[in-house]
């Protein structure tokens, strides 16, 4: 295979045992449950739990990723109880293969389905192994940056606690705050 560069995109190697991905923090408080995750992903490793992106702050943690299934995962969980969990399905095994991956939050939807949409390639998911979704206006998930305003800290590539880093290329990464957004807003 010929080498080339693919443009605003990261290479992630779960060997580095050092590996922390790209880490911000918000520190705007109030910030309800609304907001739009958007990436590119080719998988490298596969087969383990690997983080495309999340927030670890000890007893609340979420995470955007593959499990050991090979499966898209969506999952937050605050003091024990879990309050977001996406499970898709479907497979997602080609290494080969570039995956658009949107994640769209509203937790103020009346209906269930409409507070936590995931989208693969542009078309909607709707087909989950397992199906939690937040409660209406619960506002104090892990992702995001709840009602306490704590400045919670997100990565990209794995959480602060490594639960399962990255391997493969993510590229652009977007993170839209107090909009649900389709993929029709990432071109």
């Not at 290479?11 to 911000?24: E, K, P, Q, T």
């Not at 570039?98 to 769209?104: C, L, P």
């Amino acid at each position: 295979a010929e080498a080339y560069t693919i443009d605003q995109s990261l290479r992630f190697d779960d060997g580095d045992s050092s590996i922390l991905g790209l880490a911000f923090q918000e520190t705007t408080a109030s910030i309800k449950q609304k907001w739009t995750f958007s990436c590119w992903v080719k998988r490298g490793n596969l087969g383990s739990l690997r983080n495309i992106f999340g927030s670890d702050i000890g007893s609340q943690y979420g995470f955007i990723g593959f499990d050991s299934n090979n499966e898209l995962n969506f999952y937050q969980i605050t003091d024990s109880s879990v309050k977001n969990n996406l499970i898709t399905s479907q497979k997602f095994r080609d290494p080969g293969a570039w995956y658009h991956i949107v994640i769209a939050t509203d937790t103020d939807q009346g209906t269930a389905a409409d507070r936590a949409k995931m989208y693969v390639n542009g078309s909607q998911v709707t087909d989950f192994r397992t199906a939690t979704y937040p409660a209406q206006s619960y506002s104090d998930l892990a992702i995001g940056f709840g009602s306490s305003g704590n400045g919670r800290r997100h990565c990209v590539g794995d959480l602060d606690n490594h639960l399962g880093p990255y391997d493969g290329y993510v590229a652009e990464v977007c993170f839209v705050t107090e909009q649900q957004l389709t993929p029709a807003s990432f071109g």
